[in-house]
Structure formats: C-alpha cells, structure tokens
C-alpha cells in the first residue's frame, strides 16, 4: 500500500511488475538486512529490472525510483545513491596530463557501471569539510602518494569499484584527484591502505560502511580518470547539497502507509484523519521541492524546503511509533528502522548551511 504516491511529475508512467516484486522483496528483508548487512544480490535483483545503471530520463522518474527504493529499505537505496556519482564522474571524464587512461579506465568500468553489472562506491564527503585537507594526495613520479583517513565509505563490501576523490598538495593544491579502485568484492591489494572493521551507526549499518586509513598509499595515473579544479567542483556541489534528497519524500510514504495500515487495523479515526493531513502535506512539499529543483529557484528557498522535509520525515515516523505504541518498540521492527533513517537524513550531505535551516526551525517550536 502507498497511500502518498509518486509525484505529479512522472505522470502515467509506472514501475513494471517485475520491479515492483523486487522493491517488494527488498521490502521484506529491510530488517534482515539492517542487522546483518545488505547482501549484494539485493543491488543484483535492482539491476535486473533496470532499476541500477544510467539514470532514467525524465529526471521525475529517476526520483521517483529513489523515492521508491527508499521506501522500501533507506539502506539499499543509500548504496544505490552511491553508484551514481563513480558513473557519472566517469561518463563525463576526458584524457589529460595526469589521466593519460581514461579510455582504458572507462572500457574496464563504465559499461558495467551504466548497465548496473557493477556497483560503485565514492569517498568524497571529506571534501566538504572546512579546515585543512584530509586526506591529501602528493604529486610523486608516475602517479600520486596518498596520505590521511577516510571516515566513510560505504557499500566497500558489496562493491566492485571506488572512485576515491583527494585534495592535492602543493602546486595542486586546488585540485581534486578522482582515482578508480577496485572495491572490496574483489581487492587490489593497495601497500599502506588499511581497511577497518565496519562502522556501528544509528542508522544505516547494513551499507558496509568502513573508514579506511591510508599511509603514502601510490596511486598510479593509470587509475587516475581526472584531475578537477577544486572551486568549480564545490560550485556545484553547493548546488546539489541544497536540494532535499528523494529519499526523505521515500522514508515519508513508507511511514504513512503503515501508519494507515495501523489505523484501519484498529478503526481509528484520529490516525486515519492524520494520515489525511501528512499525506496532503506530503504531496504539497514534494510538488514545492521538485519544482524549486527544476526552476533553479533561489539557494535559500531550497535549502528551507529541504528542512521542511527532514523535519516532515521526522514527523511522519515518530506519528507511526506513538500510534504503534509498545508494538514499536520491538527491535528490528519497520516503525524503529524508519526513524532512525529518518535521522540519518538528518545529516546526509548536511553543509553548515542546511544544517542552520534545519536547526532553525527546532528553536521556532519551542
């Protein structure tokens, strides 16, 4: 049951039968896969059903996948999430001085990459960080030397390869370093890179997410498929961090429709009168958010609908544990696993900027 959706935009067009017995079955094993990690023929099953590779056009009916995607497990779709930005980068990536191999880099992972045959990774979100670059890439003979830690990667596990984005040093110091690795399915052994155990988070476990540490980790060119000017990435990576992610809109229509399940079960007209008025809510922020996304509407108008929806998500999954009342409390169960992903996308590519808007709207309630 989905009481919300998809938004106005996709129009008639509709997941096929064989996708939504997928998301179904993804559905189905979310708590299995919280506790235990997510297994990597679940990322195989999306890919089957043209769910994973080259995005869908129009952009709607990518978003309404993320959203879908997300309402069955936040988790999957997070991995899913995270395939997208090595695809892409590598798509748009031409030969240079110090990526004198892109083709052969694209011949080896592209194609896999588009058709959804292999999962990527990305380590980047240190980028956004302020203060002194960490890690740092030195420009050595042939190549690059590594050096610092990354926090996060996720889906190390269950993915094939990792394109793993680095600041550089001196004379590059404005650069960033885009190298393609293979991931952990099946290594490259990498001297003075150390993988660690992964991380216990509040949400999100089940995304094989690891830090890994790197000592004067070499990186040859021929794994390097660009060297970007730092300041024109961030531009636009501003740009995108503004925006709410589909995913938030997801985790909401999977809460409403158990909420809705829960107030039928029982015949309560006050759930189901909420159920009205979040789902009505729903509707009317996503149109907002998506067409403020298209229209290239202001930053601070996107950023504040971007809260909005956090704070809706927030809503819409706490409603369903005090309707569920001890029921809810019951680890493993969807009401719990939902609202702690709603909190992850609390902090999910948060910037100082979101991070206010967010916060603002906490001490508004008081």
């Known amino acids: 049951m989905d009481v919300v959706g998809p938004d106005d935009a996709v129009g008639d067009w509709q997941l096929s039968a064989a996708a939504e017995e997928v998301l179904a079955g993804v559905a189905d094993r979310a708590a299995q896969s919280d506790a235990e990690g997510i297994p990597r023929s679940e990322i195989d099953a999306l890919a089957s059903v043209g769910l994973l590779g080259s995005p869908l056009e129009p952009a709607a009916r990518q978003r309404e996948v993320a959203e879908r995607i997300a309402m069955a497990d936040a988790s999957v779709w997070f991995c899913w999430a995270q395939h997208q930005t090595p695809m892409k980068t590598l798509a748009a990536a031409e030969p240079g001085d110090h990526a004198p191999l892109v083709d052969e880099i694209k011949a080896r992972w592209l194609p896999g990459l588009q058709a959804g045959t292999f999962l990527g990774s990305v380590a980047f979100a240190h980028l956004r960080r302020p203060g002194a670059p960490n890690p740092v890439a030195e420009r050595v003979h042939g190549g690059w030397a590594i050096t610092g830690k990354l926090d996060w990667v996720t889906s190390w596990d269950i993915a094939d390869v990792m394109l793993l984005m680095v600041r550089g040093s001196g004379e590059y110091e404005n650069s960033i370093v885009c190298c393609y690795l293979a991931a952990g399915r099946d290594p490259a052994y990498l001297e003075g890179l150390r993988v660690h155990e992964p ?54 229509r999977g809460a409403l429709s158990e909420l809705q399940a829960t107030g039928e079960r029982r015949g309560d007209q006050q759930i189901l009168d909420l159920v009205a008025d979040l789902v009505a809510r729903t509707r009317e922020l996503r149109s907002q958010a998506y067409q403020a996304m298209e229209s290239d509407a202001s930053a601070e108008r996107r950023v504040e609908l971007r809260a909005k929806s956090l704070e809706l998500a927030v809503q819409a999954t706490t409603a369903v544990i005090t309707a569920q009342a001890g029921a809810a409390m019951r680890s493993g169960c969807s009401a719990e696993r939902r609202v702690r992903e709603a909190m992850f996308l609390q902090v999910q590519a948060q910037t100082a900027q979101t991070r206010a808007a967010s916060l603002s709207l906490v001490e508004t309630t008081r």
């Open 199 to 252: 991380l216990k988070l509040l949400a999100m476990s089940g995304t094989h997410t690891r830090p890994m540490t790197l000592d004067a980790t070499k990186i040859a060119d021929t794994n390097v498929a660009a060297v970007l000017d730092f300041d024109e990435w961030a531009v636009a990576d501003a740009k995108k961090t503004v925006d709410v992610n589909p995913a938030t809109f997801g985790v909401i």
